[in-house]
């Protein structure tokens, strides 16, 4: 079964996606550091999620003909997966561009906005 | 108690993570202008999916967990969600990047000296 949630849910991390590759492109998909994030921000997912979409104390209710019907780990929707990653893409994504801009404003060269993947910030180490 | 259920557990998301930011190295609240740049387009985008889908009756919410005050249809703590959960993200994602040779107990105090002089 496949309800309207669980088609946004499965065509929003792909736009975002998409978004990413052909119109940002933070290169933040190729990145160590964005997958870690993703993983770690899903595991409190599961906790924080778990405890709002809970069937006996439900905070959030869904109606059943909007959503697959598969609600794992506990009772969570797992299209709340793909609004997640989705959300923490796009929030990743448009973070990275805005420092960038703000480092190219800082040091006044458009060659900071371009060298993007792996430029440093001052004052910090090394990151992976 | 019930009613606050929903905002505690978004307060608690913020206590947690906020020691990223203040003794972790994370450095998300204090770029104000890169973070409005990248909440609103989130909120934007993800708040009105959200809004479409609270109106087309795909999700609601308990009235028992939440405390009763709405902002276009959405409970404040909804509209709250998408502050807190994308700086959760960003605070995760700015510690990690913030690693440095720096043992841990000195690089906490010499973050915070640099802290005083930038500001």
Redesign the interface.
């Known amino acids: 079964m496949t309800g309207t949630y669980t088609i946004g849910a499965a065509c929003a991390p792909a736009a975002v996606v998409a978004l990413e590759l052909a119109a940002l492109r933070t290169g933040i998909l190729r990145r160590r550091r964005f997958w870690v994030t993703v993983a770690i921000i899903l595991a409190f997912q599961v906790a924080v999620d778990g405890w709002l979409t809970k069937l006996s104390a439900p905070i959030v209710h869904y109606r059943p003909a909007a959503i697959s019907g598969v609600r794992w780990p506990w009772d969570i929707p797992v299209e709340d997966f793909g609004f997640a990653f989705a959300m923490i893409t796009l929030t990743l994504a448009l973070w990275e561009r805005a420092l960038r801009r703000e480092r190219a404003a800082d040091t006044g060269s458009a060659a900071a906005a371009g060298n993007s993947l792996e430029s440093s910030r001052p004052g910090h180490g090394a990151r992976s | 108690m019930n009613a606050w ?2 905002l505690l ?1 978004l307060v608690l ?1 913020v206590a947690v993570t906020l020691p990223l930011e203040i003794i972790g ?1 994370a450095r998300v609240y204090r ?1 104000p ?3 409005l ?3 609103v ?2 909120a934007a ?2 708040a009105g ?1 959200d809004l479409i ?1 609270v109106h ?7 009235a028992r ?2 405390l009763g005050l709405r902002m276009a249809g959405l409970p404040v703590e909804e509209w709250l969600f ?1 502050l807190v ?2 700086v ?3 605070l ?2 700015e510690v ?7 043992p841990r107990s000195r690089a906490g105090l010499r973050f915070r000296a ?1 802290w005083r002089a930038r500001r």
């Open positions: 259920q929903y557990v998301c190295g770029r202008r890169a973070l740049a990248t909440l387009p989130v985008v993800f999916w889908a087309g009756g795909d999700w609601w919410f308990s967990y939440i998408f959960v994308p959760c993200a960003l995760t994602y990690l990047g913030h690693r440095t040779a720096r640099d």
